[in-house]
């Protein structure tokens, strides 16, 4: 079926939800309210108010509350209003739900998903436009994933729920509109049925995505183009025109990462002989950079030119539109630094 | 700012010593029950000359008109983000600015339109700020959630529900640090009430002695949550008593009441350099902000109704009439005049030019530029 | 947990009728007062069999020596980084969790030696994990501040103050979820009560009818920082007030009060299904912790003489002595016994292996190693 | 004068406290008590409780007080007992310290200090033995400073309270003790005197450092090891090694991650030809990434061997000790790395 990024998580909701009884979705808004950004709409209505939790406004209680939820055996699912928050549950994601695990020499697993739309979108100014996927990313004890596409969004959200250890989910907010291909036997009309009236067995063969896999999205000889959430829609419309100009240039979407797929990575690079990693956060110390370090360390041989790099402007987010447009990196900024690195 | 970083500085002993502390318990013991009696009271007796409720009238009109074109702004695309306005909950500001002593920090959260305009900011600067402009009162990085003004003590201008309220208690720290007795104004929802850091804040402020009023806007519902989905006890003033300060739930949608209120609470801070904390009633009559429009999703349209009843313009206009303050005549008169001046800052803050690329380095440290570029 | 996650799971509104939350409401107006009186009431009277009583005695005697030994243990570099004992503090343990059923969900922070003892975790597994043995309780990985044993409900041993609340609640919502009457026992220190993440969670758990109780563990001391310094007012539980959560104080030196107090709590929440605050009144001989020597910097020699009359382990002692159920000689044995057990504990702790190298990469996540090496 | 680090820091806060009134601390068991590592030890005796204030834990509700006094011209120094418990402030210093300067389109300005030890020391635990100095670096707004000598923690910390922007000071607990030279007029003992008696003028010949400037510890030719905080002393330890073995390493110690003194980096690279960045954090998506992906975007034709890097193993800290001293990066590790690139 072909459905948007924002159906496709909520269909991954859904199934998930109808699979496993203890799965439950707990956040701000997402009830009554259906969701600031509309992820969650009818599911309120579809199971209630005991899995479908509307929260005060309080992003440590809430993970902490999902935590200790988990430790018992159910399987929350956290939305962040916006990523931005979770800078506000910074404490309890990375000194709690990351650690447990280790701390407890394995006793207790800590399976919970946290989600939410993370990045930029349109003048919601320096509070509210945070990436965080790289910060936790470099938290061990955490799966960290950020999909481009509709069929990844459902894939990688049904895998991030199955998941026995937390996983951070990120979603673009300018992606909820993207139409894409997802398979699955079941229905997105289903959404609005009371649960269990749905076809059970359509979720037997369902569709999953896994952690850890990079996708290419284009293959190409001269260069490779390294990107992740909404930035690999900026790769692929970069190596369209690269193409024009005679250039081959392989996409590759790195939709994990952590764990990174580096081998695929490196194999893409080992290839084309230059690369040009693009990320979105601030580009002072955001996760590019380890890409970029990854790839010289291991492909330094076959490397023609430095590894480039692209990423946002190293400012609070202003809100003024035309300030705000300079700082997200563009198609342009892209091509301008492949241009570089193609010498 | 700079005028208060010059201030002069006397040692005095910022914690209290045990003696005091439990001489001001002793005190304060009661205190809850008193005020109760109080609010009981019955009427108004507040005698405002004519001419003031005229400007408080005016004020909260400017304010009502300045966001519908906010409003207007979002919707042909000259303004972005997040934006909300205060549509139903002037009488609030109005009435407890209306007693701040001049130099006393205010310091507020998103919805903060209304605060900038009362305390005398320019209405095209807030607008072009809005619009992203380079003249905005933040030069256009902040927009419509972050107004501030160095010159008018006010401190933003918050996004971070609750984020700004730990701020608020630091003002009134400096104050108390350097011997003033400024008294610190700080406003916040009844979703921010829920906040983890307010306790933090409002424990901070009880043991040392710290002038500030904590002030609940509490219009029942934070973005399309009612108060009863997110508050516990929906009386949130209550949630004070555990820090010993002073506590009570005021009326918001008159402005008279609020000032009569604010000016007994304010000259009790000044006089106790204590906290305080008073939770106002309203109601937002618009959606969340610009992007909500459907507020059927939390209330009923009777609901929306019934409230409107009680407008705080509309009852002020009423009073007036009822009092011969003013006649219809008048009123037409005031609204017109605001309709007309913000018509033509509308149109000036859309004609200003949008700030310089270089400008996005400038003001993320205040000596350096960060590292350039993509 | 494994167990706990193949529970029954039935379906239940988890967030109550406001008609629900109304009437609970007109039924606990006045708690307070009602509570205050029962805290009045003179006497103890608990009559307990006596093999109880010496149960009691010889459980808190075994806290004391064991952590004796940890202490050592410190001290001669066995053990490293931040251990904290429970002197003085038995009787709170020991009593409350003397009530718990088993299966109730139990999480504390880092002075946890104490419950993981009671509790029936193995001293010699308790002591390898304060060693950093591989036998450890934590496979070595957790440390003095970090014990779990899922096999008893024991969620933690956790060492950010504060920080364990929101999961305590978190317990209990799953209690709800499933739709079972386990109780959530969550301790917490004096100095963590003023952490903001527990307003949080003491307004979700009570807007949420969760059955957990909110026990603050006030020694009066937070490291360094006497009550009085840290707590706007020092009567912490009236905190809970705000968040309509019922909430008393009682004496934490006496365990056979705590016990009689634990009985009376845990039997109501069971039955009520809501949060209940209790503010347990303890001591704190030792300094914070190993590293913590000079107590003068907090207090003086005369309070801890006059604390020490009301030593847990004394005080039972004494009623022992006075009703019969022991003489000097019994308690002479019972602390040999233990100490001889203890020694034995230290010295197979002591001889155990460090965990393997290869370990440092195990249980980062369920299923996979992270990346490893330098 | 030869003081220890910790008394350095101390200095410093004494001098700056004494030349300005608005200066005071703020934070956890730093008056009465002393503090926890000692470092504002007598501070509170001498300054008394209204410059030196003891808070309940509360560290969001600390930084936001501190933010809001410096809005009113006061200069905070925060102390956290650890840098790790500066993650529980993590929205105050990042949405709320870090932007308001830009936020406010300039009308403000934020002077305060961040202070306290990071790192690892001796079997804290997982939840206390963070590195968050590269955290905060990849933060616009914020300044970072990590300081591995007594002389450079005084002349740090004193730039640092006469800053305007916020600055976060990371101080290795482990360098506490250490030894060395500090160039200053004031005498240590000063701080057991009450105030105003200390000699006022010697602080007009007082001696800061700036920020952005790395020092080059030892001039070599064949290797740049380049490291920070309590990894500097690595590096030297290691350089020595080296050196017996006939290898002329570098020591490039960073001090200053933000702003970052490139071009000093730049330099001894392109001098040696290769190099190793060293950093106790989670080696994965730390800060180390960034200085390596900058020197092979800018001296990629200087290089004969792919930068190497060294971090902290990506585990949370572990309690036993033979598996926290696995965790932190050693000189043996660095070495190993060193000979790597070496070929
Ligand atoms: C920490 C945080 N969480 C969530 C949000 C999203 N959000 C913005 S406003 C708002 C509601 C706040 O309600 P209230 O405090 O009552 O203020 P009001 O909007 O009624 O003025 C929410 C949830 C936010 N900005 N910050
Ligand atoms: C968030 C945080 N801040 C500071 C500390 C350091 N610290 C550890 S224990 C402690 C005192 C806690 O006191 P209290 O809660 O009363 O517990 P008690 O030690 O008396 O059992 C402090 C400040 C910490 N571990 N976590
Ligand atoms: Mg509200
Ligand atoms: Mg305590």
């Known amino acids: 079926m072909t459905i948007t990024y924002r159906d496709a998580i909520r269909q991954a909701l859904i199934e998930e939800m109808d699979r496993d009884e203890n799965v439950f979705l707990i956040g701000e808004d997402i009830g009554r309210y259906q969701g600031t950004f509309r992820v969650t709409q009818n599911l309120y209505e579809k199971y209630g108010a005991r899995r479908v939790v509307d929260t005060p406004i309080t992003e440590p209680g809430i993970v902490g509350v999902a935590m200790g939820a988990a430790l018992r055996g159910l399987r929350p699912v956290v939305e962040m209003m916006t990523m931005s928050f979770s800078i506000l549950a910074m404490d309890q994601i990375i000194n709690h739900v990351a650690k447990m695990h280790y701390m407890s020499g394995g006793q207790f697993h800590v399976p919970m998903v946290i989600r939410g739309p993370g990045g930029a979108a349109h003048q919601l ?190 400012v609070p987010m202003p809100y003024a539109r035309n300030l705000e447009l300079l700082c997200i990196p563009s198609k342009d900024d892209l091509l301008a630094k492949a241009r570089e690195v193609l010498g | 700012m700079e005028a208060a970083q010059a201030g002069a500085v006397e040692r005095k002993q910022i914690t209290p010593s045990k003696e005091k502390k439990e001489h001001a318990l002793a005190t304060r013991s009661g205190s809850k029950r008193r005020q109760e009696a109080a609010r009981r009271k019955p009427g108004n007796s507040l005698m405002e000359p004519a001419e003031t409720l005229r400007d408080y009238h005016r004020l909260m009109v400017r304010i009502r008109v300045f966001e519908g074109l906010s409003m207007r702004a979002f919707r042909s695309g000259l303004a972005g983000g997040y934006l909300h306005v205060y549509n139903g909950m002037e009488g609030t500001a109005v009435g407890w600015l209306s007693c701040v002593r001049e130099g006393d920090p205010i310091i507020a959260a998103y919805r903060d339109h209304g ?190 109704k019934e409230a409107g009843k009680r407008d705080p313009i509309l009852l002020l206009e009423q009073y007036m009439l009822e009092t011969g303050v003013m006649i219809e005549g008048d009123i037409k008169v005031v609204w017109k005049d605001v309709e007309q001046e913000m018509e033509r800052a509308y149109k000036e803050a859309a004609d200003m030019p949008k700030p310089e690329p270089h400008e996005v380095y400038e003001n993320v440290y205040t000596d350096i530029l960060p590292e350039e570029g993509h």
């Not at chain 2, 305390?119 to 990085?141: H, N, Q």
């Not at chain 2, 002695?209 to 509490?218: G, K």
Request: charged content about 25%.
């Open chain 1, 125 to 314: 100014s320096a509070q509210h436009s945070h990436s965080m996927e790289g910060w936790f990313a470099h938290v061990p004890g955490l799966k960290v994933v950020a999909p481009s596409t509709p069929a990844d969004a459902y894939g990688l959200l049904k895998t991030a729920i199955r998941d026995d250890s937390p996983v951070i989910f990120t979603e673009n907010p300018s992606l909820y509109a993207v139409k894409g291909e997802v398979p699955s036997g079941v229905d997105y009309a289903d959404a609005t049925l009371p649960p269990g009236s749905g076809d059970e067995s359509a979720s037997s063969d369902d569709f999953t995505v896994p952690f850890g896999k990079a996708a290419i999205r284009k293959e190409g000889t001269d260069i490779s183009l390294i990107g992740y959430s909404r930035m690999a829609h900026v790769c692929m419309d970069a190596a369209e025109e690269l193409e024009n100009e005679g250039v081959s240039a392989e996409v590759v979407d790195v939709r994990s990462l952590s764990p990174l797929d580096s081998s695929t990575i490196f194999a893409s690079v080992k290839k084309t002989n230059r690369a040009v990693v693009i990320y979105e956060d601030w580009r002072f110390g955001g996760f590019g950079a380890e890409i970029a370090a990854k790839i010289q360390e291991n492909c330094f041989d076959f490397l023609d030119a430095p590894v480039g790099r692209v990423g946002g402007l190293n």
């Open chain 2, 115 to 304: 605060y900038a305009l009362i305390l005398g900011m320019d209405p095209v600067d807030v607008m072009a700020e809005i619009m992203g402009r380079a003249r905005g009162v933040s030069r256009g990085k902040g927009g419509s959630m972050h107004l501030y003004s160095a010159e008018h003590s006010f401190y933003g201008g918050w996004a971070i529900v609750g984020g700004h309220t730990a701020m608020g208690v630091g003002l009134a720290f400096a104050t108390k640090y350097r011997g003033g007795d400024e008294v610190t104004h700080l406003f916040f929802g009844d979703g921010a009430a829920n906040a983890g850091v307010l306790y933090e804040s409002m424990n901070m402020a009880s043991l040392w002695d710290l002038p500030v009023v904590f002030i609940l806007e509490n219009n029942e519902i934070a973005m399309g949550t009612r108060l009863e989905y997110h508050a516990a006890d929906t009386h949130m003033h209550n949630r004070a008593e555990g820090f010993n300060i002073e506590h009570e739930r005021i009326d918001g949608m008159n402005v008279l009441h609020v000032r009569k209120d604010a000016l007994r609470i304010i000259d009790h801070v000044r006089k106790t350099q204590r906290p305080y904390f008073v939770e106002i009633m309203s109601f937002r009559f618009e959606g969340h902000g610009a992007a909500d429009h459907d507020r059927s999703l939390y209330r009923s349209k009777e609901e929306e």
